[in-house]
């Protein structure tokens, strides 16, 4: 597996403005694509910080917790907001989908349920998509890449103690 780390530009502080209830919407919809495969990976667990971020009370904190633990959301359903925020909120949402290595089914159904739910065209929610998969292509691939690299350094430092 390899490790994903949120664009922070569209983490926090993108949100911290909105409304409570947006906020509330955003946790939700992210505990939800977490939990929804039935399984959730250890990277995940970096979204669901970046959703108690979002919380105001240690209460909150909790109740969130409890659910996810007994996988016992609220179901995902409309808000409105403005459609730059949803937009952004929407490939936020991608890269948390696919932010364990893959794109399951229930996490794809879930994610252009959530795309609905914020109002987005068909054609917008399956660009989103698609951008989602790339960017875990690109991911996987540079983790390759970082691997290989430290080998080689390994190697390198290997040779470099071996010389003296």
């Known amino acids: 597996m390899y490790k994903l780390h949120l664009d922070r530009d569209l983490g926090k ?27 959730i990976e ?13 919380l105001e009370s240690r209460d909150e904190v909790h109740d969130l917790m409890k659910k996810v633990k007994e996988r016992n959301l609220f179901e995902v359903k409309e808000i409105k907001m403005e459609l730059d925020l949803a937009i ?32 987005l065209a068909d054609d917008l929610i ?12 690109v991911n996987l691939k540079l983790s390759q890449e970082l691997k290989s690299s430290n080998k080689d350094r390994d190697r390198i430092i290997d040779e470099l103690l071996f010389v003296k």
């Open 13 to 39: 502080n993108l949100f911290e403005d909105a409304s409570k209830e947006i906020r509330d919407w955003i946790v939700n919809a992210i505990a939800n694509i977490v939990i929804v495969d039935g399984i």
């Open 42 to 54: 250890k990277h995940e667990f970096v979204a669901l910080q970046e959703a108690i971020e979002l």
């Open 88 to 119: 952004k909120v929407f490939f936020y949402l991608g890269a948390i989908a696919v932010i364990d290595g893959s794109l399951k089914k229930s996490e794809k159904d879930l994610l252009n349920k959530c795309g609905l739910c914020l109002g």
């Open 126 to 137: 399956r660009a989103v998509t698609r951008w989602s998969v790339n960017q875990m292509e």
